[in-house]
């Protein structure tokens, strides 16, 4: 049972995505079905997996390759966190992309990839070893290059190609840090940190770099970002996924993976290369928000944030201490939890109302009040504004600063909420102040659209509020902690 | 020995004309030829260099038949394709060497 | 040993019944020879996988007297290989090599050739001994040569005849090393030539075989007939030569390298190999970035593919042999080899389907094929996963081993070139997909039937599996592998 259950799990997204491949386009009811059914179910193994590892289990499968290449799935708590954020999402996603695309064409292509890129991250998440992680990551990229082309037209091909420029050298600088590093110690498992005393500190200082240069394409890391703002060209759905769990995360994940699970945060340290990392990724922070605060398309503003909210995931992986580390795991789940709210209604605001760009905001509260209240929540919650998910997030973060002894982030932690506040916060006052001009249009008469935001939005209110509760994602992140990586 | 010599040396000569042609000449057919002689001087190279002692050996006599039978199939197999070349192009050269003399 | 023989008989017999019968009974013949002989090569390997090499002795007679026949991994595994593609493309021409479709001479000229060639092909990967190889070697290249002639156009043969005379050039240069050997050694066997006495000869033989069996393997810088060769032939016909032609040199190279006399590999012989290999890679995936043609494209991809062949050669060859990395590298040849060959036979049987829609394999006329046949366009796409050895395809296993070794034996600059192939493979794919998938175009294109489209996606398929099963081939290749390519402590 113990060997079967991360199969089943990855299982329920590669069936669905093998089956639905081959669909014909006209039976919508079956694929929505499929779609859905394999949403839950795997929302239901997930629930079941996370009452036993709370319980202390752990559950491990390996399919064994070439000599050297194990596939090594492994639930523990760190790998059921972002398992359960992508199970949560996907199901919510799909009911959201069935409502998006109603009937328009390619469906059975674009449900179909859309379960393999998220069985790539559910794989991803799991993953025992690097090699593991390497694979999966790969099958991430293979399997998003057609949801961003999906729409077929000049600027999705063209983010299409620009994410492949990017994500293509990443994977081979990734696989170079993989192999150089196996070659001194042999297969590497998270499990165990491996014996690097084979490599001296400027090869481990090299290794890292070609790492971070890796994950940090995906983690869209300045100046590895340029491909994330270019791939809001692809369907709502898509960047609501891409943003808020399956690419950045993958790339944020890695992060948190190559700090604490392959070199360990005493040899990161040791090494010096803490800091600057935390440096880069503060300058991704102000970066991100100085060019959010340029843009006047909704969807690139939200892109743009995206890549300075990501950073706070590197920065408290960077920062190596338990607060620190609290602070990048709980803010994995919350930025995904604010980000897909923000990007399913800005989806909304375009399909309704036919709003692209942010003077088109302008009263609209008025008449997409669910909408409106949701991207409201959303953006305050990226603010931080207490008591939303953000600013437990930044509290952690902040802690883990003064914790590692680098109180200049709390500088950068706040010249970041007050970008934030300057970049949101005018949207705020379109949509409930200004008035809407007079050939404005608009509705939310699409209960089925509108409610995935709802909930997203509802659950970033409630993660922040009740974070001292006994189930939220804060306690998980405790747990995790205490559980692995306190001495 | 001296006898073996002249046919080692025969066959050496053969090769070395061979590669002339084949490098020196344009048209098809006579490449076709330079073929053969490099095979041929080859084959008797062989059957000299390979007698051991004072009773011949069987061996390269076999091998030997052999290889003229496959550089037999060989060469007719090129000059089906000269004549196919002259007459899809008109000429017994290949197009890329067609200014050369 | 029965399965052995039915290898290499089957296909020859099946040669003559296909010039020899009425028309109207050769497809059901056809049809027999394909699958019989499929079924006795996954018995060969069965027989190999179960019980270790497979070994005959022609007549009877054992070396030096007699010729040797053997299956080992390596062998049995081509065989295999071999039979896979066959029975695709054999799928694939059928619909396609019609005298309507191909014109009638190479309707008929086309199966008896193929028959021929697989013939000759298992004849090369089962032979132990080195003027038998010969013999195998040059079959193959008149069956080749003469499937490359087939369409009748003039540029086919002109290509032809460009690939006729390197081939013979090579075949020569390769008799003369036999000639040498033999003369100095008195057995071509290679196991006996093996356990020689050391000659002032080898060394000159050993590298004019060498140097012939490159110039039919089409290694950089003697690469220049295969291109024009592979893409003016049909495209079934283009799909054998790609996938399985060149690999049969490069196994006979293995065998000389690593079985017959690997104490002759010096470092700068080896490091040599290593040189050409990796300005094939690089000059061969520069060459198919800029061709306007699919089926140029993927013919220099092909002379980019061969060239991570002969990385082996540095990493494992030597009488240094024995060390932790030499397996690692010699499977990971192989796995290139095996993975490319069904990669490679799926691209340019896509690519024919491509031509026969759109009537033109220039990229501009693909433009949008995509929605007109969704599973070729991802067969295709499958298949330029494993070329850019992406994970989780035989590629990539392929090419995290020789990565790997080449990390291990600290000669990382292979690594690097690897790297650089892999992103401008990605480069010179990336082209056609972007045409296939277009938006716009594909209007009034000619359809093609699902069961022809499915031929390309099965053998892409293969290719993808190969990676996600590695253990179980990599387990299979170490049968009866050369002490020379041993793991050392």
Known sequence: ?487 | MAALSIYALTGAALVGLGFFGLLAARHLLRRVVAFNLIGSGLFLYFGAAATRGAAPDPVPQALIITGIVVALAASALAVALVVAQVRAAGRATLPEEEDAP | MSALLACLVLPLLGALAAVALPRRAVAAVLAGVVALTLVAAVGLAVAVHSGGVVRLALGGWSPPLGIALAADGLGAAFVLLTALVMAGVAAAARDEMTPQGAGPRAAFGFWPLMLLLWGALNAVFLSRDLFNLYVGIELLTLAAVALVAIGGRAEAIAAAMRYLIFALAGSLLYLAGVVLIYGAHGTLDIDLVAARDAAAPDGLALALMTAGLLVKTALFPFHVWLPPAHASAPAPASALLSALVPKASFVILLRLWFEAMPDLGTDRALLLLGVLGAAAILWGSLRALVQARLKLIVAYSTVAQLGYLFLVFPLAGGAAGAQPWTAGAWTGAIFQALSHGLAKAAMFLAAGLFMAAAGSDRLGALRGLARVMPMTAFAFALASVTLISLPPSGGFTAKYLLMTSSFAAGQWIWALVMTLGGLLTAGYLYRPMAALFAREGGEGVQTVARARQAVPLVLAGLAILLGILSAAPFDFLQIGRPEAAEEGP
Request: glycine content about 10%; hydrophobic content about 60%.
């Open chain 1, 1 to 487: 049972m113990s060997a079967l259950l991360p199969v089943l799990i990855l299982a329920t997204s590669l069936i669905t995505a093998a089956i639905t491949f081959f669909l014909p386009e006209a039976s919508r009811v079956l694929r929505n079905a499929l779609n859905l059914g394999g949403a839950v179910l795997k929302l239901g193994l997930i629930v079941a997996m996370l009452v036993a590892v709370a319980g202390g289990a752990v559950y491990e499968a390996s399919l064994p390759l070439a000599p050297g290449l194990v596939l090594l799935l492994r639930v523990d708590a760190i790998a059921l966190l972002f398992v359960s954020l992508s199970g949560t999402l996907w199901l919510l996603t799909t009911v959201y992309a069935i409502a998006y695309f109603g009937t328009k064409a390619h469906q059975s292509r674009f449900f179909g990839f859309f379960s393999l890129c998220v069985a790539a991250t559910t794989g991803l998440a799991m993953s025992g070893s690097l090699i593991s992680f390497f694979l999966f990551f790969e099958l991430l990229t293979l399997s998003t290059w057609p949801l961003v082309a999906h729409k077929q037209d000049g600027a999705s091909l063209r983010a299409a190609r620009s994410y492949l420029l990017f994500a293509l050298p990443g994977s081979a600088a990734l696989l170079w840090a993989i192999i150089w590093l196996e070659s001194a110690t042999g297969p590497v498992l998270f499990t165990e940190p491996p014996d690097l005393s084979g490599l001296d500190p400027w090869e481990l200082r090299a290794i890292f770099a070609l790492f971070i240069l890796g994950v940090g394409v995906k983690a869209a890391l300045v100046p590895l970002h340029g491909w994330l703002p270019a791939a809001m060209a692809a369907p709502a759905p898509v960047s609501a996924l891409l943003h808020a769990v399956a690419v950045v995360k993958a790339g944020a994940f890695g992060v948190i993976r190559v700090i604490y699970d392959v070199f360990g945060p005493q040899t990161v340290a040791a090494l010096g290369v803490g800091v600057p990392l935390a440096a880069l990724a503060s300058l991704t922070i102000v970066w991100g928000s100085i060019r959010a605060l340029q843009q006047d398309e909704i969807k690139k503003r939200l892109a743009f944030s995206t890549v300075s909210q990501v950073s706070y995931i590197v920065l408290g992986a960077a920062l190596a201490g338990p607060y620190a580390m609290i602070g990048a795991l709980v803010h994995l789940v919350h930025q995904g939890l604010m980000k897909i709210t923000l990007f399913f209604c800005a989806g909304i605001y375009d399909e309704r109302a036919g709003v692209k760009r942010i003077e088109g905001l302008n009263g609209l509260g008025a008449r997409m009040p669910w909408t409106s209240a949701c991207f409201s929540l959303g953006a305050l919650g990226m603010i931080g504004l207490p008591p939303m998910a953000g600013f437990v997030s930044k509290v952690y973060l902040g802690l883990g600063a003064l914790e590692a002894g680098a109180p200049w982030v709390l500088g950068v932690l706040a010249a970041s909420t007050l970008l934030n506040a300057a970049y949101f916060l005018p949207l705020l006052y379109r949509l409930w102040f200004l008035p809407a001009a007079g050939d404005a249009t608009g509705d939310e008469r699409a209960p089925v659209l509108v409610a995935p935001a709802v909930v997203t939005a509802a659950a970033s209110l409630g993660v922040g509020a009740l974070a001292a509760s006994a189930v939220s994602p804060l306690r998980w992140a405790e747990l995790i902690i205490t559980r692995g990586y306190l001495p």
